[in-house]
């Protein structure tokens, strides 16, 4: 059956500094991968996807994920984040029945 | 171009009492997904929709039961609410099997 694990629940950085979310998978098969950010009281917004390819993906506001099949890894990384990063984020695989991870929530120091 | 909207943005009803919501798909889309997203927790998936028929459904239970029509707008419907029945309802657009793109949820209080 197809899962998702987000190993941390809350995460503190501050302003500026370098982002790495963890996202971990089970599925039988090649995964569709997604991750998306969710603001208090709001939708999801898709940040990027995967689906095959550069295991490198790019996505909106300046984040990247890396597929990594060997791990059952995609984790989602920053390179300097902002104050308006704060949000909950959600990994999520499949195709039409996605699953979830429970989320991890960013809090950004300034 | 209008993305996915859903309403009521928000609704409160009574243990027992039925429920109605209602999602339009962003242009273009033809499928619509519903999924169920407690506080604090991430969204489950209730069921998908594709050419006005259930193609695939999650672990709820049948009180839980939805409509597409033509224009591929949806509906979803909980019969008789049950407490735990309290949580964000989201709607997902999407063409075949490709990303999914989310509404603003309808909140759904059950006292």
């Known amino acids: 059956a197809q899962s998702v694990t987000q190993p941390d629940i809350h995460i503190t950085v501050s302003e500026g500094a370098s982002l790495e979310l963890r996202c971990n998978y089970s599925?039988?098969?090649?995964?569709?991968l997604f991750w998306y950010v969710q603001s208090p009281g709001q939708g999801l917004q898709l940040l990027l996807k995967y689906f095959s390819g550069d295991t490198l993906v790019q996505g909106i506001k300046g984040f990247e994920a890396e597929f990594k099949r060997s791990q059952s890894s995609f984790n989602l990384r920053k390179p300097s984040v902002h104050w308006s990063d704060a949000a909950e984020y959600f990994c999520a695989v499949g195709a039409n029945d996605m699953r979830f991870g429970a989320g991890t929530r960013l809090t950004v120091k300034p | 171009d209008a993305g996915v909207t859903q309403s009521p943005t928000h609704l409160i009803k009574t243990r027992g009492q039925q429920v109605t919501l209602r999602c339009s798909p962003k242009s273009g889309h033809d499928t619509v997904s519903w999924y169920q997203q407690a506080l604090g927790q991430g969204p489950q998936f209730i069921f998908q929709y594709y050419e006005e028929e259930e193609r695939q459904r999650g672990n709820f239970p049948d009180r839980f039961s939805g409509h597409q029509f033509p224009n591929y707008s949806s509906e979803l419907n909980v019969n008789a609410l049950l407490l735990g029945d309290s949580a964000l309802y989201l709607c997902?657009?999407?063409?075949?099997?490709?990303?999914?793109?989310f509404g603003p949820g309808t909140r759904l209080t059950v006292t």
């Open positions: 599925y039988g098969a090649t995964p569709y």
């Open positions: 997902a657009s999407s063409s075949g099997t490709r990303e999914q793109y």
